[in-house]
Structures are given as C-alpha cells and as structure tokens.
C-alpha cells in the first residue's frame, strides 16, 4: 500500500494550511488570506476587498453566468489579481469592483483561448526532465510519454555514486541554456522537491535557473535589439511551491535582462502543481510520483485513445479538473448538479498555469485596472 507524502522538505511551521487551497472562493482560507492583506479603506469611502470571498465572487459569478465548473478555475486566479491590486481596488466603490473583476475575468478567458492550443508535449517537440534522486521516481515518468508523443527525451537524475548533486545540476542547466538558445519549441519537466525559490532536489536557486535561460537566450542573433523571447519554452514544476517558485522565476528573467541592458519580451509558459504557499503530494510505494504528473499520466497515457499532442488547454482544463478531486468529495444534488464538499484542504493543490503577457496584453490589463501607462506589471499572467 502506497503511503501518501509531501513532496517538499518542510520550512519551519508555515504549510499550504496557509495558503488558498480551494477553488471554492467562498473558503474560509481565501476570506482570511485577503482579509489579511487588504488595506482598509478610508471611513467615507469604497468597501476594502476583504469580502472578496463572501460577497465579491458570487457577484462576479452572476454577472459572467459562466457554468460553475468554468468558474471555478477561474476564480482562484481572479483572487489572486485582486489581491495584488487591493490597494487600487479598494479605493473605488463595490459596483466599480464588481465591474473591474468582471473585465478580468473575461480578460483570463481571452488569454486562456489565445494560449489553449499552444503545445506542451507533442510530436518533434523535446522534453527535458529532472528527476528527484530519491527511489522510485523512474525515468520512464517522462521518456514514456515522449515516446507516446514521438518526441526525444533527454531526462537527468542522480543515480550512481560516480554522479553528485552539483554535477547532475550543472548538466541539467547546460540543456536549458541550449534549449533556451535555439528557437525550436521544448519543454522542461521538473518532479521532485521544491521551495519557493529553489529547485530543492538539488539546490537550484530560482536566480540560477534564471541566468541558464539568459545565458542561452541572450545567445542567439539578434536577441535583446527588440526584447529576449523564450515563449518557444513551456517548464513544467511538480514539487512543493511549485507557484510561488513560477512567479520568484519571472521575476528573476526580468530582474536579469534589466542587469543586461536587455528588455524581457516574452517570458517562457510556466506550469506549477502547486497553488501559491501550498505543498504538493505524492504517493509513495514501489514507485514514487507526484499527484500532479500521476494524473498527467493517467490523462494522456494510460487512457485510450491518446490525443494528437497535449496542450496548455489539456492542462488547464482536463488536469485542473482532475486535480480538483484532492481533498474533496464530488456531490450530486437534486437537480443532477455535481458539487464539491471540501474534506482535507491540505490535499488541495489548485495547479496553476502562467503564460506570457505581449505588450498588448499587459496595456489592456492596465487599462481594465485602471492603472497609468507606465505602472509595473509582471509580463506572466495566472489563467488558472
């Protein structure tokens, strides 16, 4: 019998406990983590938005009128945009909220419709893997599916006393930087232990594999005279923190091209397992995979007929919704709806797909949130 474990050593007391477990925005966790971080708006002005979850969402939900199984995948990423524009949200009354958060989630469904369809694996397309040393996490996790996808599969693990730590790293982060150089699409699997800025596995700081994709990237003719690209990458990360390591990782790219000299033009997809603050898990027997990619596997692999290729959309819808089952018992209701009773929050993971925001996407963000033209944005959206 297979025992179910965390993939992810742990820091200190925090746990994903702490974080916004669920897709059910009405949660408790959600009310409190917003409410925590929402400033308080003055006495004669708008509500702040620490109801986001009481009285906000079943508002935006109405408005949308989109199936409570869409919304649900949306919801956690709608959260997470007005967290980190609370400030601005706050000060403006509750029908400009519910409006401004009706617009981003409209905004999420045209990035998630211009980005469905773009490849993660797929004939001719590469995949790069890194496994955790620990027993049972096979190679064949991913060489099975490139062969299934007619694709190559170059994977890297510790496994033999003439290999170190440091040297399966370094061989590891040589394919990326090469990966990054050329402009033939590939992507990179990541299963194993990880920490909200690092690799932990093997001791690969986000600011590290950072500079593998510039060093690759920055490598190739002309690249940085109308901004570094590195959208032909989609990287895959099924371990603990898997999020917040996503976004610590583009801010990093960014961070990188400024010391350049260069402009970050387009940011590769990135694929977490793990919601913001939240451990993953994994079942722990004769072999050792991680829920995320176990469901991977099961989707696109196990089952018969096998699509074409699997893309982001795969992910995102059929992965997501698969994924939603931890933690949570289905419900029929009366009328045949199926709902959701939360059971373990810690089990919830919540994947999170980010993709690359062009110019135009990020001038429109700005303008759905009202924000001047040269406000900051991160150049990676979350569409759930």
């Known amino acids: 019998m297979s025992t179910l474990l965390r993939t992810c050593s742990p820091r200190g007391d925090r746990s994903c406990l702490a974080a916004i477990p669920t897709r059910a925005g009405r949660a408790l966790g959600l009310f409190l983590a917003l409410a925590s971080i929402v400033p308080t708006a003055a006495e004669d002005s708008s509500p702040s938005l620490d109801d986001f979850a009481r009285d906000l969402s079943p508002l935006v939900a109405a408005r949308l009128e989109a199936a409570p199984k869409h ?48 490849p993660v694996i797929a004939p001719g397309r590469p995949l790069i893997g890194l496994l955790d040393p620990d027993r049972g996490l096979d190679p064949k996790e991913i060489t099975a599916l490139a062969a299934a996808y007619r694709t190559t599969a170059d994977v890297f693990k510790k496994d033999g ?13 040589a394919a ?127 089952r018969r007929p096998r699509p074409q290729r699997i893309t982001l959309r795969d992910f995102f819808e059929k992965v997501d919704n698969m994924m939603y089952g931890y933690g949570r018992a289905p419900q029929v209701g009366k009328d045949g709806a199926v709902t959701y009773r939360l059971v373990d ?17 990020v001038a429109k963000l700005r303008s759905i949130l009202g924000l001047p033209a040269d406000a900051p944005l991160p150049r990676i959206l979350d569409i759930g």
């Open 71 to 118: 919304y649900r995948q949306l919801e956690p990423s709608l959260y997470h945009l007005a967290r980190s524009n609370a400030r601005h949200l706050a000060a403006v009354s509750r029908d400009r909220q519910v409006e401004m958060l009706v617009n981003l989630a409209r905004f999420l469904d045209e990035r998630r419709a211009v980005a469905g369809d773009v």
């Open 345 to 361: 929050p810690a089990l919830c993971q919540d994947p999170v797909v980010f993709v690359p925001l062009d110019d135009a996407g």
């Open 176 to 302: 990326v930087s090469a990966a990054a150089a050329s402009e033939a699409p590939a992507t990179i699997v990541v299963l194993g232990h990880g920490l909200p800025t690092e690799i932990q596995s093997y001791s690969i700081p986000c600011a590290r594999l950072a500079k593998a994709l510039l060093d690759g990237g920055a490598g190739r003719d002309g690249a940085g005279s109308e901004g570094l690209d590195l959208d032909h990458l989609v990287l895959v990360f099924d371990d603990c923190y898997s999020a917040d390591f996503s976004l610590n990782l583009a801010a990093a790219l960014e961070r990188g091209c400024r010391d350049r000299g260069i402009t970050l033009g387009a940011p590769p997809f990135l694929i977490a397992g793990t919601n913001r603050d939240c451990v993953g898990h994994a079942d722990f027997g004769e072999k050792f995979v991680p829920h995320f990619w176990k469901d991977v596997i099961e989707l696109f692999y196990v």
């Open 161 to 173: 006393p003439e290999e170190t730590i440091a040297s399966v790293a370094d061989e590891f982060l």
